[in-house]
């Protein structure tokens, strides 16, 4: 492939654009567990948990995929996939297959032998590399299912092929305290990758920016033929742990034209507010991400027609407030409430409250995440709480207002999140 081939093409053009992402399969990595976020993945997937008032974690991703024009994709499962399948099912099969497009669950089956499920993340798409070579892409990208952003996926297609790049991975700059956790890259002037390290004990700064390292999003992009060969080559070798961040990635920048593209390129955004990327993957992560969307003005805007994030819900009647009597009034205020809910004489600040959500008289919500179809009783306070979903806050309880006594019965983070789940209350 020489450069007089790509002289020509605007690359920002939506139609050169379009014909990448009609050649893309997508592959979205959502069998993890999220153990950092504790009992509230005891009975799902990290990818599976709700988030924003109405949506599931993975929907940013598949809304990305979507409105990218990418519509051929895999979704590997595999710890307690149970509800995000259904999930998947209900609110994901709106594609056309008639005209090749698909979002397919592809759990763990065992398909290279009876005693290995997905050993890692390459051996993810490794154990699935049949089905994804049906679809003849020309280029596959790799996705996590537990991130929350907005993102065009035609955009870092666009710089690939630009590139002539046989891998491209996205990245963004973290603080260096915080790249411990990430795979950290080196780069040269021209954005190709020179060294790339998962998750190093001391990690390096950026040339020029001290204290800021350059660090992986787990969003890559490969020319199908060339990933289909080093997923093959990581197979075969023995010692490998049979993942991308750890093993394929290494090997790939040391060999191959590898090249990174900045978050800030291919973003969805709100001019003048920088990218929005956040990992929630522990519970305080968690509960400031869903905390900024009831501010005045969210980093997040969930309201961007343009963009839309799908998903499924069940029909709900709207939310209703309910009695305007002095101390027994029901308001909401700095707060996201969803279909279904009820608040009776209560008073709910700075909250976030999910579908089916009833809030009784007297009772006063602040500052908490309230999962779908939770009853809380009279004379109930809940203060920087996480509220399971189907949960039952029984009279008079208060939670969030003394620290000790809820670690006797909750979980209460460092910062003072407390999580409640059913499992706990049955419990008390």
């Known amino acids: 492939m020489n450069d007089a081939q790509f002289s020509t093409p605007d690359f920002r053009d939506p139609r050169f654009v379009s014909h990448l992402t009609s050649d893309t399969f997508a592959m979205i990595l959502a069998g993890g567990r999220g153990s950092r976020l504790h009992q509230l993945t005891d ?30 994709v895999g979704v590997a499962t595999q710890y307690k996939s149970q509800s995000l399948i259904r999930h998947l099912q209900l609110g994901w099969s709106f594609l056309d297959g008639r ?54 996926y035609g955009r870092i297609l666009a710089s690939h092929v630009a590139r002539q790049a046989d ?15 990430f795979g950290v890259m080196a780069v040269d002037k021209e954005q190709r990758i020179t060294a790339f390290e998962e998750k190093p004990s001391a990690p390096k700064s950026l040339p020029g920016k001290p204290g800021t390292a350059l660090a992986s999003m787990g969003i890559y992009v490969f020319n199908a033929a060339f990933l289909f060969e080093q997923l ?26 590898s090249f990174a593209q900045s978050f800030s390129d291919s973003h969805v955004g709100e001019e003048g507010k920088p990218p929005y990327w956040r990992d929630v993957g522990t519970l305080d992560a968690y509960w400031e991400a869903n905390m900024d969307l009831v501010q005045v003005l969210p980093q997040l805007n969930l309201y ?9 819900q069940p029909q709900s009647p709207p939310a209703k407030f309910v009695f305007d009597h002095e101390g027994r009034r029901g308001a909401a205020l700095d707060s996201t409430v ?8 209560a008073t709910v600040r700075r909250s976030m409250l999910f579908s089916g959500v009833h809030v009784h008289s007297h009772s006063l919500v602040e500052d908490s995440i309230v999962l779908p179809n ?6 109930c306070v809940l203060k920087k709480c996480i509220i399971d979903k189907d949960c039952k806050i029984t009279e008079g309880m208060r939670i969030g207002v003394d620290a000790e006594a809820d670690r006797k019965r909750f979980r209460v983070t460092d910062s003072g999140i407390t999580l409640v789940t059913r499992d706990m209350l049955e419990a008390v």
């Not at 924003?52 to 409105?67: M, P």
């Not at 939770?374 to 004379?379: D, G, L, S």
């Open 167 to 181: 891998l491209t991975v996205a990245c963004i700059e973290v603080p260096l305290e915080e790249a411990k956790g």
């Open 232 to 257: 093959q080559r990581d197979a075969d070798e023995p010692h490998s742990s049979h993942d991308f961040g750890k093993d394929l990635l290494p090997h790939c920048v040391k060999r191959y034209r």
């Open 338 to 345: 969803s279909g279904g809910c009820i608040v009776s004489g």
């Open 99 to 152: 005209l090749g497009e698909f979002i397919e669950i592809m759990p763990a089956q065992q398909q290279v032998n009876e005693s290995s499920w997905y050993r890692g993340t390459a051996d993810a798409l490794f154990q699935n590399m049949r089905e994804i070579r049906a679809s003849k892409p020309k280029y596959v990208l790799v996705l996590s299912g537990d991130h929350i952003y907005r993102m065009d």
């Open 304 to 312: 961007d027609e343009h963009w839309p994030i799908w998903t499924w």
């Open 374 to 379: 939770v009853q809380i009783a009279r004379h």
């Open 43 to 72: 009975w799902r997937s990290k990818p599976a948990v709700p988030f924003g008032g109405k949506f599931r974690i993975i929907d940013f991703t598949l809304s990305n995929c979507v409105n990218s024009g990418v519509r051929h």
